[in-house]
């Protein structure tokens, strides 16, 4: 089955330079700070990495030494079967409720389920939606 709920994610901007994100990995693993989930990605000049962690308040003092601006905001993580077009579903259901995808990222590092991490213009909602017809949505068992 599908199972959705809403969990927060720290987002940040920096210079982009060599050894950012080892900087900040690095610093995380120093205060035993586990990630959940990360994407990091450059445009310009620019660094952009989004995470969630077990644990977002050790996260943020291990990092805010040389990370002064890190906003931590809802996500929607969202898991399902990792097989062939079960995003199609999810993505149909919250766009048929009105609910705007805004970015998704995701994995299937075990191979058998896909973790994604949404920011949707209704998270709650959307959790609620796919909780609601994750049997309906061909998504799971």
């Known amino acids: ?13 920096a210079k982009d330079e060599t050894g950012l994100l080892g900087r900040v990995v690095l610093a995380l693993a120093v205060e035993g700070v586990y990630i959940n989930h990360l994407s990091a990605y450059t445009v310009g000049d ?23 601006n890190i906003e931590e905001r809802d996500v929607l993580i969202v898991e399902f079967e990792n097989k062939v077009g079960t995003l199609a579903p999810v993505a ?14 995701g994995t299937s590092g075990d191979g058998f389920k896909i973790v994604g991490v949404f920011s949707t213009s209704d998270n709650p909602k959307a959790a609620e939606l796919i909780n609601q017809d994750s049997g309906a949505l061909g998504v799971g068992s």
Not at 49 to 63: E, F, G
Not at 95 to 103: E, F, L, M, P, T
């Open 1 to 13: 089955m599908a199972r959705a709920f809403v969990t927060k994610e720290l987002r940040f901007q």
């Open 46 to 68: 620019k660094g952009y990495l989004q995470m969630v962690t077990k644990d977002n308040a050790k996260a943020k003092k291990a990092i805010d030494y040389f990370i002064p």
């Open 92 to 105: 149909k259901l919250l766009g048929s409720h009105g609910i705007h995808i805004d970015y998704v990222y």
